[in-house]
T-cell receptor, first 115, second 114 residues
Framework: DTAVSQTPKYLVTQMGNDKSIKCEQN?????MYWYKQDSKKFLKIMFS???????INETVPNRFSPKSPDKAHLNLHINSLELGDSAVYFC??????????????FGPGTRLLVL | AQSVAQPEDQVNVAEGNPLTVKCTYS??????LFWYVQYPNRGLQFLLK??????LVKGSYGFEAEFNKSQTSFHLKKPSALVSDSALYFC????????????FGKGTTLSVSS
């Protein structure tokens, strides 16, 4: 059973398009995250949701909008895609219960290529 | 502000030899420290974490890490490296608050030769 799953695994699209990446976790966790890994493998947080409430919203262009329909899902919608958006996007989840000591578990990643 | 430093871009070891991947951190308050491994074209896999207690933490695949508060370090170690350990290793720190992010180091590529 996949703990944290993402769809699609690969996404190739043209500049200017709008696309969404979906994430689902079946771990019963209360917190979900989106991280971006750039071409140099740097990993950086984009957003986090705790019990469907937005907790972290890093300096990310407004073209990126997370949506959490329920605690098990956190989707990422990207408008007007740009070349610089090409990266690997990782979803993660954890059961925080009021602290930061819990492990975050990552999905397999979505490799986005904007042409 | 929290930060993590991994001073080595690459570590090369021969199979069967011990390995160390270095990590130092800067955080206000209690540090929660993690190691993850990433194999090519794969997601991040959790290896181990330090929250509190014993400074030597044991994790998956025979890895362990030593927390040193005075040196603000959390080096990853393994007594005997395997070729299959070759991968990209990330050290990360997290603040003690729900919903906070992992702050990652830049990663260290471990290459184990046979």
């Amino acid at each position: 059973d996949t703990a944290v799953s993402q769809t699609p695994k690969y996404l190739v699209t043209q500049m200017g398009n709008d696309k969404s990446i979906k994430c689902e976790q079946n771990l019963g966790h209360d917190t979900m995250y989106w991280y971006k890994q750039d071409s140099k493998k740097f990993l950086k947080i984009m957003f986090s949701y705790n019990n469907k409430e937005l907790i972290i919203n890093e300096t990310v262009p407004n073209r990126f909008s997370p949506k959490s329909p329920d605690k098990a899902h956190l989707n990422l919608h990207i408008n007007s895609l740009e070349l610089g958006d090409s990266a690997v996007y990782f979803c993660a989840s954890s059961q925080d219960v009021g602290s930061g000591r819990e492990t975050q578990y990552f999905g397999p990643g979505t490799r986005l290529l904007v042409l | 502000a929290q930060s993590v430093a991994q001073p080595e871009d690459q570590v090369n070891v021969a199979e069967g030899n011990p390995l160390t991947v270095k990590c130092t951190y800067s955080v206000s308050g209690n540090p929660y420290l993690f190691w993850y491994v990433q194999y090519p074209n794969r997601g991040l896999q959790f290896l181990l974490k330090y929250i509190t207690g014993d400074n030597l933490v044991k994790g998956s695949y025979g890895f362990e890490a030593e927390f040193n508060k005075s040196q603000t370090s959390f080096h990853l170690k393994k007594p005997s490296a395997l070729v299959s350990d070759s991968a990209l290793y990330f050290c990360a720190v997290r603040a003690d608050q729900a919903g906070t992010a992992l702050i990652f180091g830049k990663g260290t590529t471990l290459s184990v030769s046979s």
